[in-house]
C-alpha cells in the first residue's frame, strides 16, 4: 500500500466549477501535511500547508480528517490556470516529505 | 533571493554510460534533499543531507548511485553505471533545517537512457 494515495484523474471540468480531490495517507504518525502544484514539465511548488481546522486561501479551501487519515483540497471558480498535477504530500515523523502520485486537473473553456 | 539552482537541465545517454548532476541549494539552508520523479508518479525521495552530512539514504540504490556534498552547500548526485528505468527527472530541494517542512525545489535535470 502507497504511504499516500490519490486519484489520478484526470479531472475535466469547465471553467468556473468546483472540483474537490481527496487523499489518504497511511502512516498516522504524520505530522504535517500539504498540497503542492506540479505545472508540466516544472518542479512541484507548495500551494498550501494543511490544518485541521482548515484552511482558505481565496479560491482554495484544504481540509484534513485525522481520524480518517484523509485529505481534501477544493477548488472553486476554477481557472483555466489552474490546470495542473495536485501533489498530496505527507511530513512524516522521520522528518521527510512522502509525495503521492499526483491528481491530474484539466480545465477546459 | 535566488532560487534552488541545477544543471544541466537536459541529459540523455545511453545505457551503461555514467552521468552526474549538480545542485547548488538556496544560501543558508543546511538541509538538501534529491529526489527522482518518474513520469506519472510524484517525486520519490534518494538521499537527505544536513550541511555535509547524510541523514537518509535508503531509498538510494548504492550499486550505481552515489550523492556528496563535501562542503556542506553544493551537492552532486552521480549515475554509474545508468539503466533504461533510470529515466526520470532529478529533483533537488533545500529547506533551512533538517526539522523544517517547508522545501524550496530547484527546476529538475530530466534524464533520458536509451
Known amino acids: 500500500r502507497k504511504e499516500v494515495e490519490q486519484d489520478p484523474g484526470p479531472f475535466n471540468v469547465p471553467e468556473g466549477a468546483t472540483v474537490a480531490f481527496n487523499c489518504t495517507y497511511s502512516?498516522?504518525?504524520?505530522?504535517?501535511f500539504f498540497w503542492y502544484r506540479q505545472d508540466c514539465r516544472k518542479e512541484p511548488k507548495l500551494l498550501m500547508s494543511?490544518?485541521?481546522s482548515g484552511n482558505e486561501d481565496g479560491r482554495f479551501t484544504a481540509q484534513l480528517n485525522r481520524a480518517s487519515q484523509y485529505i481534501s483540497l477544493l477548488i472553486r471558480d476554477s481557472k483555466l490556470s489552474d490546470s495542473a498535477t495536485y501533489l498530496c504530500?505527507?511530513?512524516?515523523?522521520?522528518?521527510?516529505?512522502?509525495f503521492g502520485s499526483g491528481t491530474r486537473l484539466l480545465v477546459r473553456p | 533571493e535566488a532560487g534552488v539552482a541545477q544543471s544541466p537541465r537536459y541529459k540523455i545517454i545511453e545505457k551503461r554510460q555514467s552521468v552526474a548532476f549538480w545542485c547548488n541549494p538556496i544560501?543558508?539552508?543546511?538541509?538538501l534533499y534529491w529526489y527522482q520523479q518518474i513520469l506519472g508518479q510524484g517525486p520519490k525521495l534518494l538521499i537527505q543531507f544536513q550541511n555535509n552530512g547524510v541523514v537518509d539514504d535508503s531509498q538510494l540504490p548504492k550499486d550505481r548511485f552515489s550523492a556528496e556534498r563535501l562542503k556542506g552547500v553544493d551537492s552532486t548526485l552521480k549515475i554509474q553505471p545508468a539503466k533504461l528505468e533510470d529515466s526520470a527527472v532529478y529533483l533537488c530541494?533545500?529547506?533551512?533545517?533538517?526539522?523544517?517542512?517547508?522545501?524550496?525545489f530547484g527546476p529538475g535535470t530530466r534524464l533520458t537512457v536509451l
Open positions: 544560501s543558508g539552508h543546511a538541509t
Open positions: 504530500v505527507a511530513w512524516d515523523s522521520s522528518y521527510k516529505l512522502i
Open positions: 494543511v490544518y485541521s
Open positions: 530541494a533545500s529547506s533551512l533545517n533538517v526539522d523544517t517542512d517547508t522545501q524550496y
Open positions: 502512516n498516522s504518525a504524520s505530522q504535517s
